[in-house]
């Protein structure tokens, strides 16, 4: 089973600011990494598949990267609507699909 | 526009069973896998079952196989999880996903969720 880990669990910034996610792999699922946000109360919404294309809709502030076991989320300036959490899924090696634990971007 | 609406959620007491439905519309049926994934209050998301656009395959995480079963009726365009032998640690808000034709493994609409408590 892959695990997937992310950092920060918690990210505190501010409107206008740049966001940098990290998400871990334990074993390399080459570039078949997923980022999805979920604000409260509603559904996981897609953001970037396959570590760096976005998803119809999916504003061009957020861009993923990387390639193996290291992965990145980059919100370039963050707006109001953009604090929620954010999980990444890899779809290399499954059954079992995985998800990370989450993280939860602060105002 | 897509739309999947999940239903049967509920209060149930542990060791019991629910049937969960999904009602897809705005999109060919039949075409796509579907799957389900559960997130615990205050917790992450935890991929259940997925299933083949025809329903003759069906994919479970190790822990839910045996108790949970996914089925589908591409003629109702609707989506069901059989869940029986319920447990405290199944308690959750269980999400009906698609999946992307190009990849059976990217949910890239999500319906709103239908929360099951078990609890005595």
């Known amino acids: 089973e892959v695990v997937l880990t992310q950092s920060p669990a918690t990210l505190s910034l501010s409107p206008g600011e740049r966001a940098t996610l990290s998400c871990r792999a334990s074993q390399s699922v080459d570039g078949y990494l997923l980022w999805y946000q979920q604000k409260p109360g509603q559904a996981p919404r897609l953001l970037i598949y396959d570590s760096s294309k976005r998803a119809t809709g999916v504003p061009a502030r957020f861009s993923g990267s990387g390639f193996g076991t290291d992965f990145t989320l980059t919100i370039s300036s963050l707006e109001p609507e953009d604090f929620a959490v954010y999980f990444c899924?890899?779809?290399?090696?499954?059954?079992?699909?995985?998800f990370g634990p989450g993280t939860k971007l602060d105002i | 526009e897509v739309h999947l609406v999940e239903s049967g959620g509920g209060l149930v007491q542990p060791g019991g069973s629910l049937r969960l439905s999904c009602a897809a519309s705005?999109?060919?049926?039949?075409?796509?896998?579907m799957g389900w994934v559960r997130q615990a209050p205050g917790k992450g998301l935890e991929w259940v079952a997925n299933i083949n656009n025809d329903g003759s395959k069906e994919y479970y995480v190790d822990s839910m196989r045996g108790r949970f079963t996914v089925s589908r009726d591409n003629a109702e365009t609707s989506l069901y999880l059989q869940l029986n032998s319920l447990r405290a640690e199944d308690t959750a808000v269980y999400y009906c996903?698609?999946?992307?034709?190009?990849?059976?493994?990217?949910?890239?609409?999500w319906g709103q969720g239908t929360l099951v408590t078990v609890s005595s």
């Open positions: 705005g999109f060919t049926f039949s075409s796509h896998w």
């Open positions: 996903a698609r999946l992307q034709t190009e990849s059976n493994v990217i949910f890239d609409y």
């Open positions: 899924q890899q779809r290399k090696t499954w059954p079992p699909i995985t």
